[in-house]
């Protein structure tokens, strides 16, 4: 374990540093944030315009026990902005993104290719890892962004169109509530989320050769794969709860 801890630390950090090294290949990463960002914008929409639907519906229902109505964009604003778009977008992001990076670079192991780059002089990391990579930490937030965006839409249309609430006091009391320490957690944990979906990701299908388990196949692919899936995202908890507690 230890061994392994070590390893995913010397990925991190070989990465990161060659991910600032020029030249830089933009068609690559511009190809990555594509794949990462663009084609992920579709179930962030539809997750978040929903999410925000339901956390209007829940905090209105108790609002109103509490004669507190007025109070429904400052909560759902909250609530998106500094955990629920961060937090749900990683994970959307890992189940669509995170297990094809790992299965790709995976396949590309137990075939020899990343060995035959190698056999090439051709640096896997800065060819492979360093586009995923960067296109992960520019694609997160202005998901997190979206989904936030969608979310409160969501919520707006719950309480205003369908209970009634007036529009003036929804917006108002999210302006009033929502400040800069809030939007900083919140784009802090996007960042974070992003870069940590891509590394656990990429360095599982990386070191595809070196699983325990012995599998170098398509068993040993669908393995990592669920491996990093569920790695991640317990990470991915982890971290939230780690970035709230260091910044509430």
């Not at 977008?89 to 060995?115: N, P, Y």
């Not at 035959?116 to 492979?128: F, G, N, Q, S, V």
């Not at 839409?153 to 309480?159: I, K, L, R, S, T």
């Not at 784009?187 to 990386?206: N, P, Q, R, T």
């Amino acid at each position: 374990m230890v061994e392994g801890v070590g390893r995913m630390g010397v990925f991190l950090f070989t990465t990161l540093v060659e991910a600032v090294t020029p030249p830089f290949d933009l068609r690559a990463i511009v190809g990555q944030i594509r794949f990462i960002g663009s084609r992920s914008m579709l179930v962030v929409v539809t997750s978040g315009t929903f999410v925000g639907m339901v956390v209007a519906l829940q905090f209105h229902d108790t609002l109103v026990r509490f004669g507190s109505v007025r109070l429904l964009g400052s909560a759902v604003g909250l609530s998106l902005i500094r955990e629920l778009a961060p937090m749900l977008t990683g994970l959307m992001v890992i189940g669509r993104a995170g297990s094809a990076i790992c299965s790709e670079i995976g396949i590309m192991r137990a075939e020899h290719q990343i060995d035959a780059l190698e056999c090439m002089a051709i640096d896997p990391y800065r060819y492979l890892m360093v586009p995923r990579m960067v296109a992960g930490i520019v694609s997160a937030p202005l998901l997190v962004a979206v989904f936030t965006v969608c979310g409160i839409a969501g919520g707006w249309f719950v309480g205003v169109v369908l209970f009634g609430v007036n529009q003036g006091s929804y917006f108002q009391g999210m302006y009033e509530t929502v400040g800069m320490h809030d939007l900083a957690m919140g784009a802090v944990k996007s960042f974070v989320f992003g870069l940590l979906l891509v590394w656990i990701c990429s360095a599982k299908g990386y070191f595809l050769h070196l699983d325990p388990k012995g599998a170098f196949g398509a068993e040993g692919v669908s393995r990592v794969t669920t491996n990093a899936v569920v790695l991640s995202s317990i990470l991915l908890l982890f971290t939230d709860f780690l970035v709230s507690a260091l910044m509430v």
